[in-house]
């Protein structure tokens, strides 16, 4: 909403401080100011001249030579308007001033004719679209002065930031209130300059009323609740006077006639929308507001533009078809144009929600419409109908004839709200007392009818009987004005909290300190993905290229690892915990899993003097898993080798992890070349998924084991394994066989080459035995060792070495 | 034509003190020559040196100009003499001076960082954490939050749908009533977590960024708990200078509502210091009592309050960081910098 500080100061006499100044105090109250312009911001250098002569240039049919006075000498300037009125003033941009778009005036001769200047258009100015001539300032004025002044162009443009509850807010007159409600002043409506008093009657009647063959009916009276039309004869369209268009730049509004001028000046005044139709272009002289009819598809709008209209929006009508949507804009067929001399004006209650949905679906919004889906006061429209009325007698000219039809099928009724005193308390934590509450609130428009028993009974004024129809929205209005930086900020004792500690944010914390422990980075990517990577659609995405929720995390960290190696990092190992979406039933929200992955990149170690660097390997990325999986699912749980869960990774260099309950939770291993577009000289990618439990369980107590009171004997087995017998069935063998005493097993060295039969390898396992109670001898050890090569031998055919 | 007979001393000494110096057998030695002539209060040349005012005026310059030569060429044998005598620098091949073996340094994201700083802030205050689902129903994202679907207010968080009436959450706020639902008073939570706005990418939007909710609801909770714990969060996080200033605004789920500005007073190196513009941090209120009965509560027995705010701009505000779609990059060399 953009608020001229002028108009402001018309309405509340009385209202002092700078632009800013009001800005602050406006912003203390709930309106924030998001900025202050001013419509002669770039102007300054803009003088008045006054044209003493015009005659034609010798030497070009279209341009003139103009002598004019700029206030303290006369120059001459050449001029190419059709029209130069001797004696008129203009706006002079004298040689050196610079105009909006940094068009520098300079010193000229045009056809051989110097030209010292240059009188401007409002389009020259930005100050409007007519480009056809110069400004022509109608008045009476001092060649030389300030242009800004002159005008009235040295207003200040608030724009105010209004909350979608505040409706009341959308027009300087609910501006002001706020700025009065905190000092002396009052609201009062400034004087309209030549504008008669009036005194109209008002025809009232339901559902249609008609006078001198002027009708208006309501046929929906569920969206349109009372409907004021005037009539006004002998109207003489043009540009408005300056005090009216001064008023409407100063609130960011362009002039366009007098007529439409009148509307919008109620409009931004009083926040009640106006329109005027073309009375002689309404079939049969009547409106009627009805839904639109099944066969009307199409209505063109006064923007030229061509909208679908659908039953469920109401229009207002003539005799013979659609001539506006109602409360959003008017048609094309009912505009007020240069040739108009009779109007009837609109002044009407239109139902929010409905402007809201239809405004939607046309999917535009208007002034009007911002304001009627917000509310627009219903108590208030017969001031704005002869405040409308008053600014079109006084600038077009005419006269009402009749009264006001005023068709009226739902009279507005205020509401009372009672207001406890205790729970004013109750809610903001210091006692009110009744005066001081009405105090507070009767600026406002509330009026406080009586009170029983520490209840207030408040009368809700029309404007604020959107927003404030229970006692809460009282007691926000008594904390509003009273002022929110008055209540103290004492920490008062407070009950612990009956919400546990979520245990997935505590299991998500220890995974993070873990991973970054292993050295990786944390990344946060958004869950959008393209097709292909999630089966989770976005009805109304705003880019095509990721309309789809991700179902897993992998292929988004992928896309950032390549990000990365574009930029010439060679070392990335990133991870992220995020959510997985998964399509549910027909019409659910989907299933949500939340997810861990990591992908890594690049040298195993840093780069250092002493070692050579070496790539990362399906041994890092294994062992990154199983700690992960381990912390998340408790130390049974288990990878193995086994095939990918997706094609993300490549076959047969990859893991499955399975929780203690044995289901597969995750999987790892080198990211398939498909699944990437690396650089050539880039490493191979490695990469891990796991899915979190929903709940994860409170990590076990660690319950100590005590350390060992006799000492260990080791026996290290070189095994010659065949090819076709892993090494995970041989330690399960060992670990079976070799008796309760073998504390620990560990392979330390395979070999494959000059010594070793084909088709076998060596493996060299180390085995560490211990016995809780006694010193092992080594005669038992070595029986216990000759137990476990026999079955070695005999079931995986696996010998020992030498 | 002045004297030149201290010139001429001086040349003696040198050639004496060099000497001495390359002939000292050991380091002990060595520091003995040090002592003898560069010694602060009885070596030979620091007491020409000083002594230099006692000459007449024109002969200073060139003594002085001499005596320092000397002293310069004495300390550079006296360095190049302990070098030789204290053995090679590598002596078993162990130069201390190469660089160390290190391992790869990780970090949290920064938004991360930013998210863990708030809660630790507030666990101290007594709040747990709480989260529900990023895909919800308009239900929990609109009306039981008092946010008819047909009211502009709904228009202000542009939804991102997925069928009927199912949606990615725009804001933290469902965590609100799915936790009312789930538990019984007191409850003092906070929920961080993802939110989805149908936003293009700029400098301060993203279709999706991390939000923090937080919730209080209890008997007896007023306006004065709620400005108190908002101040005290703001003081710990920012600084025990900073200003807060609660400003009336309007959320659908909260009455009264407030927006939170801070000013925060930032000191210079040199000592200085002044003051930010004020920085809008989050907005907040008391929770509306159609929500507190929408959760099955009586409102006439609970109150609350709640908050919601972004870690993200506040990470971007406390890092200079001035495009929000930096966070998403996740450019090592970005990340690395928050390795702590």
Same mark, same amino acid.
Request: without cysteine; aromatic residues 8%; charged residues 5%.
């Given at each position: 909403m953009n608020v001229s500080t002028r108009w402001l100061k018309d309405i509340v006499? %009385?209202?002092? %401080?700078?632009p800013e100044e009001i800005s602050e105090h406006l912003a203390l109250r709930g309106a924030p100011v998001e900025g202050i312009t001013s419509p002669g911001d770039e102007l300054g250098d803009i003088i008045i001249g006054r044209v003493v002569k015009a005659v034609q240039h010798p030497n070009a049919d279209r341009l003139r030579v103009c002598e004019v006075d700029n206030g303290t000498e006369t120059v001459q300037i050449v001029c190419g308007a059709p029209v130069v009125k001797d004696g008129a003033f203009y706006p002079l941009a004298p040689v050196g001033a610079v105009l909006p778009g940094d068009f520098k005036i300079k010193k000229s001769k045009i056809r051989g004719e110097v030209s010292q200047g240059m009188l401007c258009s409002a389009k020259e100015l930005g100050l409007g679209d007519d480009q056809d001539g110069i400004l022509e300032l109608v008045g009476d004025f001092t060649p030389g002065a300030s242009f800004v002044d002159s005008v009235g162009l040295d207003d200040a443009t608030l724009d105010v930031e209004v909350t979608a509850n505040r409706g009341d807010l959308l027009s300087h007159v609910g501006v002001a209130r706020e700025l009065a409600s905190e000092g002396e002043g009052r609201v009062v409506l400034p004087e309209l300059p030549g504008a008669p008093e009036i005194a109209p009657e008002y025809a009232t009647a339901s559902p249609e009323v008609e006078h001198n063959g002027v009708s208006v009916r309501i046929d929906a009276p569920d969206l349109c609740s009372r409907y004021l039309g005037a009539v006004i004869r002998g109207v003489k369209v043009g540009p408005s006077p300056a005090w009216l268009q001064e008023r409407l730049r100063g609130a960011g509004s362009r002039p366009i006639n007098n007529v439409v001028d009148a509307t919008n000046y109620v409009l931004l005044e009083l926040g009640q929308p106006m329109h005027a139709f073309d009375l002689n272009r309404l079939d049969r002289q009547s409106v009627i507001v009805r839904r639109a009819a099944a066969d009307e598809r199409t209505f063109v709008t006064l923007d030229d533009e061509t909208r679908e209209v659908t039953p469920d929006m109401l229009l207002i009508c003539d005799g013979a078809g659609p001539v506006a949507i109602a409360g959003v804009m008017g048609g094309q067929n009912s505009e007020v144009d240069d040739d108009t001399t009779d109007v009837l004006l609109e002044c009407a209650l239109f139902e929010p929600k409905s402007t809201r949905a239809t405004r939607r679906s046309l999917t535009m919004s208007t002034d009007a419409s911002y304001r009627y889906e917000r509310g627009v006061d219903p108590e208030g429209m017969q001031r704005a109908m002869d405040r409308c009325i008053r600014v079109i007698l006084a600038t077009a000219g005419g006269e009402l004839t009749g009264p006001i039809l005023d068709c009226c099928p739902g009279p507005f009724e205020s509401t009372v709200v009672d207001l406890r005193l205790a729970r004013i308390e109750r809610v903001l934590g210091i006692p009110f007392e009744s005066g001081y509450v009405e105090s507070l609130i009767a600026p406002l428009?509330?009026?406080?009818?009586g009170e029983t028993d520490g209840v207030l009974h408040v009368r809700v004024p029309g404007f604020r009987s959107y927003d404030v129809t229970r006692e809460v929205d009282l007691i926000e209005e008594v904390a509003r004005t009273h002022g929110f930086d008055k209540f103290p900020e004492t920490l008062g004792p407070q009950r612990p909290s009956a919400v546990p500690d979520h245990p997935l944010f505590q299991l998500e914390d220890r995974l993070r300190s873990a991973l970054v422990g292993h050295g990786l980075f944390e990344a946060q990517t958004p869950a959008f993905c393209p097709e292909g990577e999630g089966d989770v659609q976005v009805a109304n995405p705003l880019t095509t290229t990721e309309p789809f929720m991700r179902r897993a995390i992998m292929p988004s960290l992928i896309r950032r690892v390549e990000y990365n190696l574009a930029r010439g990092n060679r070392d990335v190992r990133l991870f992220e915990l995020g959510t997985s979406f998964r399509k549910a039933g027909s019409g659910e929200a989907p299933l949500e899993e939340s997810h861990l992955a990591a992908v890594m990149t690049g040298r195993r170690e840093p780069p250092h003097w002493s070692r050579e660097d070496q790539p990362l390997e399906a041994w890092d990325i294994k062992a990154l898993l199983t700690d992960t999986a381990q912390r998340t699912y408790g130390p049974s749980a288990s990878v193995e080798p086994g095939e990918p869960l997706s094609d993300t990774l490549e076959s047969g260099s990859s893991f499955l992890v399975r929780s203690s309950s044995g289901e597969v939770v995750g999987h790892a291993g080198r990211v398939a070349a498909s699944a990437c577009d690396v650089p050539v000289w880039a490493g191979e990618l490695w990469a891990f998924e796991l899915t979190l439990p929903a709940h994860p369980p409170e990590p076990e107590p660690v319950t100590v084991t005590p350390l060992p009171h006799f000492p260990a004997s080791e026996r290290d087995l070189a095994l010659l394994v065949p090819d076709s017998v892993t090494a995970g069935s041989v330690t399960e063998a060992i670990q079976r066989y070799a008796g309760r005493d073998l504390e620990h097993l560990e392979i330390f060295d395979l070999y494959k080459g000059d010594g070793v039969p084909e088709g076998l390898r060596s493996l060299a396992f180390r085995l560490r035995f211990r016995s809780p109670t006694r010193t092992l001898k080594d005669k038992q050890v070595d029986k216990s060792v000759a137990v476990v090569l026999k079955r070695l031998e005999e079931d995986l055919g696996v010998e020992a070495r030498g | 034509m002045s004297d030149s007979k201290p010139i001429e001393a001086l040349n003696a000494l040198e050639a004496e003190a060099l000497a001495a110096a390359e002939s000292a057998p050991d380091a002990e030695a060595l520091e003995a020559v040090r002592v003898t002539y560069l010694g602060r209060s009885e070596g030979r040349i620091s007491v020409i040196l000083r002594g230099l005012?006692?000459?007449p005026a024109e002969d200073r310059p060139a003594v002085g100009q001499r005596a320092n030569q000397v002293k310069a060429a004495l300390a550079a044998v006296l360095e190049a003499r302990a070098g030789a005598l204290s053995g090679p620098a590598v002596e078993s091949g162990l130069d201390l001076t190469m660089p160390g073996r290190p391992r790869w340094q990780g970090g949290l994201h920064p938004i991360t960082q930013a998210i863990d700083e708030i809660w630790h802030i507030f666990r101290d205050l007594g709040f747990a954490r709480a989260r529900g689902p990023e895909a919800d129903t308009e239900w929990y994202n609109f009306e039981a939050l008092n946010t008819p679907l047909d009211h502009p207010a709904a228009d202000e968080q542009d939804t991102l749908y997925l069928v009927d009436s199912v949606l990615l959450r725009s804001h933290t706020s469902p965590v609100q009533m799915r936790t009312m639902e789930a538990n019984e008073p007191p409850i003092r939570i906070i929920a961080p977590g993802w939110v989805y706005r149908r936003d293009t990418y700029d400098a301060t939007h993203t279709p999706a960024f991390m939000q923090i909710e937080g919730l209080v609801i209890d008997e007896d909770i007023t306006f004065i708990d709620f400005k108190a714990t908002l101040a005290e969060f703001a003081r710990r996080y920012w600084g025990p200078d900073t200003q807060i200033r609660f400003r009336p605004s309007f959320f659908p789920f909260t009455e009264p509502s407030a927006e939170v500005d801070v000013k925060r007073v930032i000191r210079r190196p040199d000592g200085t210091q002044y003051e930010t513009d004020w920085l809008e941090i989050m907005g907040s209120g008391m929770v509306d009592p159609n929500v507190i009965a929408n959760a099955g509560y009586d409102p006439e027995r609970y109150t609350g309050w709640a908050f919601g705010m972004g870690p993200g701009r506040i990470a971007m505000l406390k890092h200079g960081v001035d495009d929000l779609r930096t966070f998403f990059e996740n450019d090592v060399r970005f990340l690395g910098q928050f390795a702590q």
């Open positions: 006499p %009385g209202l002092q %401080g700078t428009g509330f009026a406080v009818e | 005012g006692q000459l």
